[in-house]
């Protein structure tokens, strides 16, 4: 396991209060910007992720790229009790500490963590977990693939009217095809918010949400 994955499962339950969601999200924030740089979304970026959350209400919420559960546990504390989240990582390492941060904030219930890689979990995930679609999409994980990903989960039907999609680091490290692609498909009401990188004061950085009409 690599050692700066250690030192943050460490650092969390030895630091932040069992079952405390807030708490734990601060603790890990607290390492990203003091001991060692996260491809979390961070406090700032999270921010704007939770009143996205807050704004669409979800009931059903889709993450492709957990790493090591931050932002799934940020969108967890926003929902409501009876809303779930499903999270795709392909790093079955990350997933393992993500099920640990998440059980020790205790929200494990609620969200399922798929280990397997995008392109191959989406075309099987109506089937199995008997979703038509989803209300909210959180895309985090590799700016290159973003747009491949879009165009599978509309062509499985996962995106309807009222979808909510938020994708990160669409300025940095950047998703120039994506950004084209929803700017310019009059299906998507679309907007960009800016702000920085994760844990950093100085490259600027931003979050587009697109809403399917
Ligand atoms: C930026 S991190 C996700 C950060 C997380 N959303 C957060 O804010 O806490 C991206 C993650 O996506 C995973 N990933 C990259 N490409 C993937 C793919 N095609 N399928 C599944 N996971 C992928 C990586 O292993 C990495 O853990
Ligand atoms: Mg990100």
């Known amino acids: 396991m690599q ?9 969390v ?12 999200i601060d603790t890990i924030d607290r390492f990203g910007w003091t001991q060692q740089w996260l491809m979390n979304i961070g406090d700032r970026k999270g921010q704007i992720l939770d009143d ?3 704004t669409r209400r979800p009931k059903t919420v889709l993450e492709l ?17 009876d809303a779930f989240i499903i999270s795709i990582e392909r790093n079955r390492q990350s997933a393992e500490i993500a099920h640990t941060i998440h059980k020790h904030a205790g929200v494990e219930k609620r969200i399922q963590l798929i280990v ?23 895309i985090d994980h590799d700016g290159s693939a973003y747009l491949d990903d879009l165009k599978l989960l509309e062509k499985y039907g996962l995106i309807q009217s009222g979808t909510m999609i938020v994708a990160d ?14 700017r310019n498909n009059p299906k998507y ?7 920085t ?8 950085d931003g979050v587009e949400i697109s809403v399917r009409r």
Do not use: C, W
């Not at 050692?3 to 650092?11: A, E, P, T, W």
């Not at 680091?169 to 929803?182: E, R």
């Not at 990188?197 to 600027?204: A, G, M, T």
């Open 116 to 138: 397997g890689s995008t392109e191959s979990v989406i075309p099987r995930l109506s089937e199995k977990y008997h979703i038509n679609a989803f209300d909210f999409i959180f």
């Open 13 to 24: 339950l030895q630091r932040s209060q069992p079952g405390n969601v807030q708490h734990v």
């Open 65 to 81: 790229g957990t790493f090591l559960g931050y932002s799934s546990l940020r969108m967890a504390s926003q929902l409501p009790d």
């Open 169 to 182: 680091n669409v300025i940095y490290p950047g998703a120039p095809d994506y950004l084209h692609y929803i």
């Open 52 to 54: 996205a959350i807050r």
């Open 197 to 204: 990188l994760e844990y950093n004061d100085n490259v600027r």
């Open 189 to 195: 009401k679309t907007r960009l918010y800016e702000s």
């Open 3 to 11: 050692s700066s994955h250690v030192s943050l499962v460490n650092y």
